[in-house]
């Protein structure tokens, strides 16, 4: 079975790749804090753990599952429909400068 930290790693680049901040601890088990910088700012922490002989993402905050961890496509893809809704970009450099 697939390793939770490397997972996580992944989802991490994927997540990063889209515009989001992501810190990836190495507690037991590894969490990995992801965070829009917004406006709004909006942060979320994931897991990852085995549920039914599978790894699979999930909120920790809530204790819901996000998706199977070898799809990290598709989690990356709900993680940023939750931090980055419809509507809202990632703010821009240039932008930021200004505030």
Do not use: N
Not at 23 to 28: E, F, G, N, P
Not at 31 to 55: M, N, S, W, Y
Not at 66 to 90: N, T
Request: aromatic residues 6%.
């Amino acid at each position: 079975m697939a390793d939770p930290r490397e997972r996580l790693e992944r989802l991490g680049a994927a997540l990063m790749a889209e515009g989001l901040s992501t810190r990836l601890a190495m507690d037991d088990p590894p969490l990995l804090h992801v965070k829009f910088l917004g406006p709004p700012v909006a942060q979320e922490t994931i897991g990852c753990g085995e549920r039914d002989g599978q790894l699979w993402f999930r909120w920790v905050s809530q204790e819901v599952l996000l998706g199977r961890a070898d799809d990290v496509p598709g989690a990356a893809e709900r993680v940023r429909y939750v931090l980055m809704p419809p509507g809202i970009s990632e703010p821009d450099a240039e932008s930021e400068g200004r505030r």
